[in-house]
T-cell receptor, first 114, second 115 residues
Framework: AQTVTQSQPEMSVQEAETVTLSCTYD???????LFWYKQPPSRQMILVIR??????QNATENRFSVNFQKAAKSFSLKISDSQLGDTAMYFC???????????FGAGTRLTVKP | NAGVMQNPRHLVRRRGQEARLRCSPV?????VYWYRQLPEEGLKFMVY????????ESGMPKERFSAEFPKEGPSILRIQQVVRGDSAAYFC?????????????FGDGTRLSIL
């Protein structure tokens, strides 16, 4: 079974600073997909970024980037130039290749302070 | 282009009643997933359905819970004889049929409260 671990229940960062959220996972699969979802106070689930395990290049979406270390089974999210609107719960998720159900970590609550 | 629509947004039931949660996927999506989120926890996978078929229900409790995705109409998550522990947010997600490994689009969830 796949497990996803987010070891930081809560984090805070000053506006305009950079913060990194950690995620590790356990799998015996060689090909899979990793995601970061954001859940703001409105409780919508918003896809932030996605990484395919067979791609070595780290995914980037504007201020959001990942550090994907396949051997270490680590998938951290870096948020640059943090904004107040980034305040949310962030969930790391794993999905096996050709299997659409995702496994989520317990989440990290990020607070961006003015 | 409507996203995943869930209704109701909030549902209150007394212990022993039935709860029906509805999910209309993104137009053209034929894969539907249900997740449960307890307070201060992550999402837990419950069930994965395609039209008229349950593909994976490994996350569904063995009793009182059922799900369907009929040929016509929304997907329904049904909880019979609800108990206090069923209080949670239930999220539905959908993905397109063409090619697996597509990101899932989430609805806004249904908050179920059991009195």
């Amino acid at each position: 079974a796949q497990t996803v671990t987010q070891s930081q229940p809560e984090m805070s960062v000053q506006e305009a600073e950079t913060v990194t959220l950690s995620c590790t996972y356990d799998t015996s699969e060689s090909n899979y997909y990793l995601f970061w979802y954001k859940q703001p106070p409105s409780r919508q689930m918003i896809l932030v970024i996605r990484q395919e395990a067979y791609k070595q290049q780290n995914a980037t979406e504007n201020r959001f980037s990942v550090n994907f270390q396949k051997a270490a089974k680590s998938f951290s999210l870096k948020i640059s130039d943090s904004q107040l609107g980034d305040t949310a719960m962030y969930f790391c998720a794993f999905m096996k290749n050709n299997n659409n159900d995702m496994r989520f970590g317990a989440g990290t609550r990020l607070t961006v302070k003015p | 282009n409507a996203g995943v629509m869930q209704n109701p947004r909030h549902l209150v039931r007394r212990r022993g009643q039935e709860a029906r949660l509805r999910c209309s996927p993104v137009k053209g999506h034929s894969h539907v997933y249900w997740y449960r989120q307890l307070p201060e926890e992550g999402l837990k996978f419950m069930v994965y359905l395609q039209k008229e078929n349950i593909i994976d229900e490994s996350g569904m409790p063995k009793e009182r819970f059922s799900a369907e995705f009929p040929k016509e109409g929304p997907s329904i998550l049904r909880i019979q004889q609800v108990v206090r522990g069923d209080s949670a947010a239930y999220f539905c997600a959908s993905s397109p049929p063409a090619g697996r490994n597509q990101p899932q689009h989430f609805g806004d969830g249904t908050r179920l409260s059991i009195l």
